[in-house]
């Protein structure tokens, strides 16, 4: 039982490249969420599911875009990088459904850097 | 909309000292709370959690009280280890269905014992 695990851990990008961050779970989770952490900011929520095939935009949502094309995969996209993209990323999944206080379980994250 | 707002950091500590990390939030309704630990180079992990007025989140010697009237949840621990340097976040998730278990966090709190 792996938890959640993210791909990949590290990534240089120069501006104006593309790249997917992928997310997996393995605890039949129905909701799934994308989080970037940056100094003195906490972590901010930029897209989620409810569901396979479900995505909802979050506090911080532009300029990246989600899919759910599987219950167990999240998957997070930059088509165009920026600089102000550097960031940590995080995946997190809950249960869902039937639960109260919505429990997160957290991802390794992935570090990304835009020059 | 939601808000947390945490103690401004670094806390720096010897061990067996005494640990309060102050947490104050801003919600509508009744939010469950969250205290949220990270270790170097790892993701979130939940420390504990409070779903209602008065619940007491306790694990690890770290407790946590849901105070509504003062509408906080400080964190405490009687007496650190350097095992618990990392950074500590706190959280809350609004209640009800259209939540969808989404997190708001405080800045995070940077915790480092010496020994």
């Known amino acids: 039982n792996a938890g959640v695990t993210q791909t990949p851990k590290f990534r240089v990008l120069k501006t104006g490249q593309s790249m997917t961050l992928l997310c997996a779970q393995d605890m039949n989770h129905e909701y799934m969420y994308w989080y970037r952490q940056d100094p003195g900011m906490g972590l901010r929520l930029i897209h989620y599911s409810v569901g396979e095939g479900t995505t909802a935009k979050g506090e911080v949502p532009d300029g990246y875009n989600v899919s759910r094309l599987k219950k167990q995969n999240f998957l997070l996209g930059l088509e165009s990088a920026a600089p102000s993209q550097t960031s940590v990323y995080f995946c997190?999944?809950?249960?869902?459904?039937?639960?109260?206080?919505?429990?997160?379980?957290f991802g390794p994250g992935t570090r990304l850097t835009v020059t | 909309g939601n808000s947390v707002t945490q103690m401004e950091g670094p806390v720096t500590l010897s061990e067996e000292a005494f640990l309060t990390i102050n947490c104050t939030y801003t919600?509508?309704?009744?939010?469950?709370l969250f205290w949220y630990v990270q270790y170097p180079g790892e993701g979130l992990q939940l420390l504990l959690k409070?779903?209602?007025?008065?619940d007491k989140g306790s694990n690890k010697g770290f407790e946590a009280t849901y105070r509504k009237e003062t509408t906080s949840f400080h964190l405490e621990k009687g007496s650190v280890q350097v095992s618990d340097s990392a950074v500590y976040f706190c959280a809350l998730s609004r209640s009800g269905g259209t939540s969808y278990g989404k997190l708001t966090f405080g800045q995070g709190t940077i915790l480092t014992v010496h020994p």
């Open positions: 919600a509508t309704g009744y939010p469950s």
């Open positions: 997190a999944s809950s249960l869902g459904t039937g639960e109260i206080s919505y429990e997160q379980y």
């Open positions: 409070a779903t209602k007025a008065d």
